[in-house]
């Protein structure tokens, strides 16, 4: 019985498979399978779950920086779509646009902008370029979709990162659980033999 719940440990899909980099936590169910499985005792096995939780840690910060800095890139791209949008319904209306435009951090300056064809957009990496309003749009929306969709990738691994956090943490709670009844079984045990002799 003992052989074939070790073997089903073994090969059950409680070993998660890693996502985009992100090794996926075991949970274990008999921790002294687990402990021989592994062949490290409980302070080792206990030394490596802590280290495994602190990588997990690690990449967090990690993507919690890239969500960070990605989430106000969306309204900035949407609010350039809708400039291009203005700009284009006033086109061929003879009707200037009148605007104030930042210059620098807390610096405006007005503008009147007259029928134009074309505008400047940041690429980064202080490059601008001029494209064509159509071009403009396709590109800010081309943008737009890459930015959502790598938020969403973000987020779903921050989930499934979360999900290994709390996986390894409980490991750690029931390894040490479990040494703390195998050392009460064990001085009961003993504190009974002392009472026979």
């Not at 409680?14 to 402990?35: C, M, P, S, W």
């Not at 494209?131 to 890459?146: D, G, M, V």
Request: hydrophobic share 40%.
């Amino acid at each position: 019985m003992a052989a074939a719940a070790s073997s089903s440990s073994t090969a059950s899909p409680k070993t998660t498979t890693e996502r985009r980099g992100i090794h996926g936590a075991q949970f274990v169910e008999d921790v002294e399978i687990y402990l021989s499985q592994t062949g490290l005792d409980v302070n080792s096995a206990l030394a490596f779950l802590q280290e495994r939780l602190q990588q997990y840690k690690l990449v967090e910060m990690k993507l919690l920086a890239q969500q960070r800095d990605l989430q106000p890139k969306i309204p900035d791209i949407e609010k350039c779509l809708d400039v291009v949008a203005t700009l284009q319904a006033k086109k061929g209306t003879g009707e200037a646009l009148i605007t104030d435009f930042e210059v620098s951090e807390g610096i405006y300056s007005r503008a009147r902008i007259e029928d134009n064809d074309s505008v400047c957009l940041w690429l980064g990496a202080n490059v601008m370029l001029e494209y064509s309003c159509e071009e403009a749009t396709s590109l800010l929306n081309k943008n737009l979709e890459n930015a959502k969709a790598s938020l969403e990738v973000l987020i779903t691994d921050l989930q499934f990162l979360r999900d290994q956090v709390t996986i390894t943490q409980v490991t750690i709670a029931r390894v040490y659980n479990w040494d703390v009844h195998q050392r009460r079984i064990r001085q009961t045990s003993t504190s009974s033999t002392a009472k026979d002799s």
